[in-house]
């Protein structure tokens, strides 16, 4: 067997072209997933039972199916209520819906781990609840999760692959047309692979880098909570 | 005029009978010791006063509010009463200084600079002032509990409220945390404290207030620590000898 990568190199503006998508779904959902999930966290750990109920139907629901079905709902679901979105809007809808009842779990987690004696001392300063998870939990249960958080949003950039499906543009979509074009699948899966190698390890960098920057206590002490 | 008057206050936990009818009155300015057995149900009425709890009946008013009413406004109750734990309970991802602005920036929306001159002065008061911009967990506990009543007076209660606040410090401690409140009192502060110092209740104290089994066993001045007149007190105070 002999590689040969000469007509996937020459190809590089697809390529670039498909990580940049993959970077732009990756990077928009990830604010967007973590929104929804800390929105559903909170809403899981409510006293209104009927929030409770809808957040456990929303994160079960997602957790028990698996994502390419899901992005069939939501594309062939929108577009039979008579929506005609671009592939890449689906796109991250879908990959919200789904990381969103993923982090939601692990931003519950985070927030069950905070000492009942902070709620309350947020409480007795006058702090309303909202004030309450904003300033006193939010951060050390970002903190406390902070690793299975990184994980879950690197999941999130590979399985954003999948979304080729819906022929969103993205790095797998481009690896499918070239290796049709080129007849090389295997060579053209290698590069492509190497690539998502590599943007998993710029995030986690990135990740750590943002870590710095929202967690000042263990930039300076270098202690976990 | 009384601050805090408790009315035959009577609170359970479930089957658990806790507090059986309690009344007590502090008048504005005086510092009112809770003393008694562990179990007794001190910090479940002082739990009770800040709204922690609710009450099952009886009446509690703290600054015009009426704690057992199901309507109360619980923002301004709050705003007129500070409590201190054994447990200090600072934020550990906010240094000092944030600890104690972020009630008067986010509940009474004082400016930044408006905020660090009161978290400054109460640091101030607490002898923290150089240790503003470090985080809690490199203070000793002496010196987080001392951050902890800073961070209350920042908001300027009516009345504070200490439960068992030097119970988790060595004796070296307790003595420069027990200076801080007494200074607290010297200036005029109504206070209730729960306390198993008896020392300093007897100093500083103008009520005391001995509960047990959930009632209130006896209450006068700090002599009814030197001169007893119920065996259970007698008891208690010569426990604690
Ligand atoms: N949240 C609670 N749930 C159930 N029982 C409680 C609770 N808080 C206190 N108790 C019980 O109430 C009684 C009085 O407790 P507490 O007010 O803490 O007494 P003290 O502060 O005098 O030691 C104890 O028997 C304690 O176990
Ligand atoms: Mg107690």
Same mark, same amino acid.
């Not at chain 2, 507090?19 to 005086?30: C, Y």
């Not at chain 2, 600072?90 to 978290?119: G, Y």
């Not at chain 2, 002496?142 to 504070?160: D, F």
């Given at each position: 067997m002999t590689l040969d990568f000469t007509a996937i190199l020459a190809r590089w503006q697809m390529l670039l072209d498909g990580l940049a998508l993959t970077v732009q779904l990756a990077a928009v959902t990830t604010l967007t997933g973590f929104l929804i999930g800390t929105l559903c966290a909170i809403a899981r750990r409510s006293d209104v039972s009927a929030l409770r109920w809808v957040a456990s139907v929303y994160i079960e629901a997602i957790r028990n199916t698996p994502f390419l079905v899901q992005i069939f709902v939501v594309y062939f679901g929108l577009s039979s209520l008579g929506f005609s979105f671009s592939a890449v809007?689906? +796109?991250?809808?879908?990959?919200?819906?789904?990381? &969103?009842?993923?982090t939601a779990e692990i931003m519950r987690a985070g927030f069950d781990a905070i000492h009942p004696g902070q709620w309350e001392a947020g409480e007795c300063l006058g702090l309303s609840r909202t004030q309450t998870y904003w300033h006193v939990a939010l951060r050390p249960a970002m903190e406390r999760v902070y690793p299975s958080l990184t994980s879950q949003f690197i999941l999130l950039m590979l399985a954003s692959s999948v979304t080729s499906q819906i022929s969103a543009e993205e790095l797998t979509a481009a690896a499918n047309f070239i290796q049709s074009e080129t007849y090389r699948p295997f060579e053209t899966y290698i590069v492509v692979a190497l690539i998502y190698l590599a943007l998993s390890l710029a995030m986690r960098v990135v990740f750590w880098a943002f870590g710095l920057a929202v967690f000042p206590r263990r930039r300076r002490l270098g202690t976990n909570l | 005029m009384s601050v805090v008057v408790l009315k035959n206050v009577k609170k359970s936990f479930g089957s658990l009978p806790v507090?059986? &009818?309690?009344?007590?009155?502090?008048?504005? &300015?005086?510092v009112l010791a809770l003393i008694g057995a562990s179990g007794s149900g001190k910090s479940t009425a002082l739990r009770c006063i800040d709204r922690l709890e609710i009450v099952d009946s009886g009446e509690i008013e703290v600054c015009g509010h009426m704690v057992h009413d199901p309507g109360l406004d619980l923002r301004r109750l709050r705003l007129d009463v500070g409590i201190v734990f054994q447990?200090?309970?600072?934020?550990?991802?906010?240094?000092?200084?944030?600890?104690?602005?972020? +009630?008067?920036?986010?509940?009474?929306?004082?400016?930044?600079?408006? =905020?660090?001159?009161?978290?400054?002065q109460s640091l101030q008061k607490v002898g923290l002032a150089e240790k503003a911009d470090n985080y809690p967990e490199q203070l000793s506990g &002496?010196?987080?509990?001392?951050? =902890?009543? +800073?961070?209350?007076?920042?908001?300027?209660?009516?009345?504070?409220l200490f439960?068992?606040?030097?119970?988790?410090?060595?004796?070296?401690?307790?003595?420069?945390v027990l200076?801080?409140?007494? +200074?607290? =009192?010297?200036?005029?502060?109504t206070m209730i404290m729960v306390t198993h110092e008896m020392g300093f209740a007897r100093r500083v104290a103008d009520q005391v207030v001995f509960m047990h089994e959930g009632l209130v066993h006896e209450a006068g001045s700090a002599d009814?620590?030197?001169?007893?007149?119920?065996?259970?007190?007698?008891?208690?105070?010569?426990?604690?000898?």
């Open positions: 809007t689906v +796109a991250i809808i879908a990959l919200t819906i789904n990381v &969103g009842a993923y | 507090l059986h &009818g309690v009344s007590f009155a502090v008048a504005k &300015g005086e447990s200090y309970n600072l934020f550990p991802h906010l240094t000092i200084k944030e600890n104690v602005t972020l +009630a008067p920036r986010s509940v009474k929306k004082l400016d930044r600079r408006a =905020a660090d001159e009161i978290a400054m &002496g010196q987080q509990q001392r951050a =902890a009543i +800073a961070r209350s007076l920042a908001m300027e209660p009516k009345v504070m439960d068992e606040v030097t119970s988790a410090l060595d004796p070296k401690l307790t003595g420069e200076k801080v409140i007494e +200074a607290l =009192a010297a200036s005029g502060m009814i620590l030197t001169n007893p007149s119920t065996p259970e007190l007698r008891e208690f105070v010569s426990n604690d000898l």
